[in-house]
Nanobody
């Protein structure tokens, strides 16, 4: 069993920055990819960024490319999302997710999820 706990959410003005963290515990040997998703009220959950620990490869949604950076600690038990130049449309609950193999930004492909942390960006 893998447990994920997000932290770092909050409120920020447009153009500001926030950093999110995700602490992972439990069995980690089979986890090959981790990602950040977000969900705004009335909208579907969407992938934001993903990282492949073995090669350090990263994938970003077009909407956040160039503004967000995903990274992972060397031990693989901490995931980060640095969010710069935030926009009001970034407002959402952000979720940390872990899976075995990368299959794209498909929520059903991730087996473990955190409880989410709220990010609110005001204009």
């Amino acid at each position: 069993q893998v447990h994920l706990v997000e932290s770092g959410g909050g409120s920020v003005q447009a153009g500001g920055s926030l950093g999110l963290s995700c602490a992972r515990s439990g069995s980690v040997y089979s986890i090959n990819t981790m990602a950040w998703f977000r969900q705004a009220p009335g909208k579907e959950r969407e992938g934001v960024a993903a990282i492949y620990p073995r090669g350090g490869s990263t994938v970003y949604a077009d909407s956040v490319k160039g503004r967000f950076t995903i990274s992972q600690g060397n031990a693989g038990n901490t995931l980060y999302l640095q969010m710069n130049n935030l926009k009001p449309e970034d407002t959402a609950i952000y979720y940390c997710a872990a899976g075995f193999e990368w299959r794209g930004f498909y929520s059903g492909g991730f087996d473990y999820w955190g409880q989410g942390t709220q990010v609110t960006v005001s204009s």
